[in-house]
Structures are given as C-alpha cells and as structure tokens.
C-alpha cells in the first residue's frame, strides 16, 4: 500500500511540474506587442520620441509659486 502511494505521489509531482513548464514555456513565447484581450490592446515596446511631461510656462510658475 505505502508502494501505490508513493508512485501516485511521484507521477502526480511529474505531472504538475510538467504543467508549471509547459505553462511557462508557453507565456514567455507570446509576443507581448499584439494587441489581444490580455494586455487590453496596450502595446509593450520602445519609442525613440521623447516623453514631455512638463513644459516651463509663466502659468506653471505662477502655479509652483503660489503652491509653495
């Protein structure tokens, strides 16, 4: 009987760990930059425009002035 349990126990860890592989094996082989219901059509990638958050003008100084 501690025989039976035993294999069952062992092909059940063979098995999982299979699936966990598979699985990962899986998702990093998917192509992060196509628009699907998984990433809610945000496409991942490099841009080489710069990003402007903040563009020095009299009306933002008078803000950051007055907040001060």
Known sequence: MQDSRRNFLKKAAIVTAGAVAGTTVMTANSDSSTQDETNNGVVIGHSNKKEILYKKTT????????AK
Request: charged share 40%.
């Open 59 to 66: 009306e933002w100084e008078a803000f950051y002035t007055k």
